[in-house]
């Protein structure tokens, strides 16, 4: 009640108090000290007031007080901790605070006139915090981001509050940033690199937050792979692509032709390949929510069918004689990498001593055939490390004779006795298969020949021989020979031409009788040539030259000639007919005479007592003799041939006409007495043997 009474008193007089200060200060003074003594003003209580705005301050931030009084007259105390301060203006400030500036503040105010003093201030109680570090964090922690994500970094300062931000981007202010969350919507690369952040009050700046890094790359491109070794498919097998990026989070899509797959692993399978898989096949790589890669690489498929494979001789023949040997290739055209296998009547070929299959099956070898080997033979392909087999190739037929081939000889003309000049032929025959190679052998010595003939145009005696052929193809194959044909070849018997017509005929006779002879013992038919030119009409063994039908008196020539072997004979050697006759006259008249003379002498030496007729008319025949036989020849009935127009050439000139007229009668006609007495025997006793009577068969037909 008292107190009261005293404080609303020091309230009263505090406002009257304003009229005269200094009295008012030691009246309240007094008052203190004699409460009941009249009231004196005291000097109004100041109040202290923060400028700043923070009741929290921190190290280096500036603080500032005012003490609060109304007049202007007041000087002011301070005071921290009730320590006076050295500072007498109504504010205080501490431009940059420490701890030593922690503690209670008030003031005071001075009335230096009066020498009165206020009461103490309001007190503010100064707390000093070290300066606080922002701590910087992102929205989020991905280690890589990729273009076009969004982040926000957020900068957070544990103490107080009302903080404006600062955001730096590689050390370096970002002006339009100054909330505690600096956001990036879509990053791009300019946005990669260390991010850190500061806050700030008045021109209060903290520390500097960490660094903050933020990395920004391209999403991968990811790598396809095909799994499957091969680049050539063929229809049914497996294919398999691979898509690779780095790390484990990634999913992935496929496309053939840019068209999405439904499959969404790293690896696509495709167990049997067709044509509908074939195009150009491509991955990418995404990371859920986050980013989509670019097309990997692609990759081309082409499905191939399997190929069959063709199978052939290597050797020519396919029809073989056991011995014989045969290879056969299997190939795949255009295409590597292949085993085959041998099939023979769809069973699989047994390999053996004979039968060799080479190191990849594309070839067969049967080195030594048997009937056994026969049969349709076929092979496919397989390829190695694959399931890739393709369908059986045609079927090759072989077939292997039952016995090596017979060689057989031929001879034409067929004869084993020829002779001289004669042409012979001879031929090697095998009747099956083809592609031989002849031999030919005489009494085993080989011969030049080749060729499935040999020929001699014109055999000599030495071609006598036995004549046989061989044949083999290949090399494999053992020479085959044919039986052995002798042939024998004797020398052409000699045509030769006797003249008939006797030495003492010379005088009865103007014709010449040749005949022809073959010495052997073959019976002949013959040929007669004047000159060059043979006589048709004469086949006979005699010949008989007339003044008539050769006037000309040519050379004769005759040849034997037959049915059988030899068909001829060598031709004789000419005779000479030209005035053989007229000679033989001469000769005969010079002999005749010198024949008389001789015996002229003789008898004129024996006497004249013994006279003797002499022993044969024909021995006789003089000049006379002669002519008279030839008048006698004139005076025939059948015509004249006279032998004075045979033998001058001057008279055959003058009368070519007759000759040719009386020629046939003349030819049949020949037959002169003389020679018709001196043959009558001989006529009749060779009237059924030809051998000797020839020339009178013809002449009696
Ligand atoms: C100063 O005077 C005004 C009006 O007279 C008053 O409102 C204010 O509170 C006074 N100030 C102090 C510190 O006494
Ligand atoms: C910041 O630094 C990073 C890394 O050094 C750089 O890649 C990026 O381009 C820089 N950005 C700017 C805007 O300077
Ligand atoms: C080949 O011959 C075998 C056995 O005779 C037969 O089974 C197969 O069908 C033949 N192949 C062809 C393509 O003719
Ligand atoms: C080949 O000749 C032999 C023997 O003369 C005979 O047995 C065989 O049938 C002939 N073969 C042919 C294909 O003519
Ligand atoms: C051998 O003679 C025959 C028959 O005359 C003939 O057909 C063949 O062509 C001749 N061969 C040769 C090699 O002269
Ligand atoms: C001679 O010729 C005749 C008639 O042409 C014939 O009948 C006869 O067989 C031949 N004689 C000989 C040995 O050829």
């Not at 022993?615 to 004249?640: W, Y």
Request: hydrophobic share 30%; with cysteine.
């Amino acid at each position: 009640m008292w107190l009261l009474k005293v404080f609303s008193l020091a309230c009263l007089t505090a406002v009257c108090a304003g009229q005269d200060d200094s009295h008012a200060v030691t009246r309240t003074i007094q008052e203190n000290e004699l409460v009941t003594t009249k009231p004196q003003p005291d000097p109004p209580t100041p109040i202290l007031q923060r400028l700043t705005k923070w009741s929290d301050v921190f190290e280096t931030e500036e603080l500032q007080f005012r003490c609060e009084v109304n007049g202007t007259e007041w000087t002011y105390s301070w005071y921290k901790n009730n320590e006076k301060l050295h500072e007498e203006q109504s504010l205080l400030t501490i431009s940059s605070v420490d701890h030593t500036h922690e503690g209670q503040y008030s003031c005071k105010t001075h009335l230096k006139s009066k020498g009165v003093e206020s009461e103490s201030s309001n007190t503010v109680d100064v707390k000093v915090y070290t300066k606080p570090k922002p701590t910087v964090t992102r929205s989020s922690d991905y280690a890589m981001m990729y273009p076009k994500e969004p982040i926000d970094f957020t900068c957070k300062v544990d103490v107080s509050s009302e903080w404006e931000y600062v955001w730096y981007h590689n050390g370096t202010e970002i002006s339009d940033s100054s909330s505690e969350k600096h956001t990036i919507h879509t990053i791009g690369h300019p946005d990669s690199g260390k991010y850190h952040c500061k806050a700030k009050r008045g021109s209060f700046y903290t520390e500097a937050s960490g660094t903050i890094n933020l990395q920004v790359s391209d999403p991968p491109t990811p790598i396809l792979r095909r799994l499957t070794k091969w680049l050539d498919v063929f229809k049914n097998e497996e294919l398999q692509f691979g898509c690779e990026v780095n790390g484990a989070e990634w999913t992935y899509s496929w496309y053939k032709n840019k068209e999405k797959l439904h499959e969404d692993q790293s690896l696509l399978t495709i167990s049997s390949v067709d044509h509908t898989h074939e195009g150009q096949y491509s991955c990418k790589a995404h990371l859920k929510s986050r980013v989509d890669s670019e097309f990997s690489n692609t990759d081309d498929v082409k499905v191939y069918e399997i190929p069959v494979p063709s199978v052939r001789p290597l050797t020519q023949w396919l029809d073989i004689f056991p011995t014989e040997g045969v290879q056969l290739s299997c190939r795949m055209q255009g295409s590597s990498g292949w085993k085959y296998t041998w099939y023979k009547n769809a069973e699989k070929v047994q390999v053996g001593k004979t039968v060799k299959i080479e190191n990849d099956g594309s070839r067969l070898t049967i080195s030594s055939s048997s009937t056994s080997d026969r049969g349709k033979y076929s092979c496919f392909g397989k390829l190695e490390d694959r399931s890739v087999i393709s369908s059986f190739s045609s079927n090759l037929t072989l077939y292997v004779y039952d016995t090596i081939p017979k060689a057989t000889i031929v001879q034409n003309p067929k004869a084993s006795l020829m002779h001289t000049e004669d042409w012979v032929s001879l031929s090697c025959h095998v009747n099956v298969s083809s592609g031989w190679d002849y031999m030919w052998f005489k009494d085993e010595s080989s011969l030049v020949s080749s060729g499935n003939t040999h020929n001699i145009s014109s055999v000599v005696v030495s071609d006598s021989g036995s004549y046989k052929c061989k044949v083999k193809r290949g090399n494999v194959f053992k020479p085959t020979q044919s039986e052995a044909i002798a042939i024998k070849i004797e020398e052409r018997p000699q045509a030769e031409i006797i003249l008939q017509t006797k030495w003492l005929d010379a005088f009865a006779t103007d014709s010449l009788a040749l005949k022809c002879e073959v010495k052997d013992e073959n019976s002949w038919n013959f040929t007669w040539f004047m000159e060059n030119d043979k006589l048709e009409e004469s086949t006979s063994e005699r010949h008989i030259v007339t003044p008539n039908n050769d006037p000309e008196q040519h050379p004769y020539t005759c040849q034997g000639v037959r049915q059988g072997r030899p068909f001829y004979s060598k031709m004789s050697a000419p005779l000479k007919t030209k005035n053989l006759l007229l000679k033989r006259r001469i000769l005969l008249s010079i002999s005749g005479l010198l024949f008389f003379g001789i015996i002229a002498i003789f008898l004129g030496c024996i006497a004249l007592k013994f006279f003797r007729k002499p022993a044969a008319e024909n021995e006789l025949p003089d000049e006379n003799d002669l002519f008279l036989s030839m008048t006698k020849t004139k005076d025939s009935p059948d015509g004249p041939c006279p032998l004075v127009e045979f033998i001058t050439e001057a008279s055959l000139k003058a009368s070519p006409k007759a000759v040719e007229e009386n020629g046939e009668i003349c030819s049949e006609t020949t037959s002169l007495p003389i020679i018709l007495e001196e043959n009558q025997a001989v006529m009749t006793d060779t009237n059924n043997a030809t051998e000797n009577g020839c020339g009178l068969v013809s002449f009696k037909a």
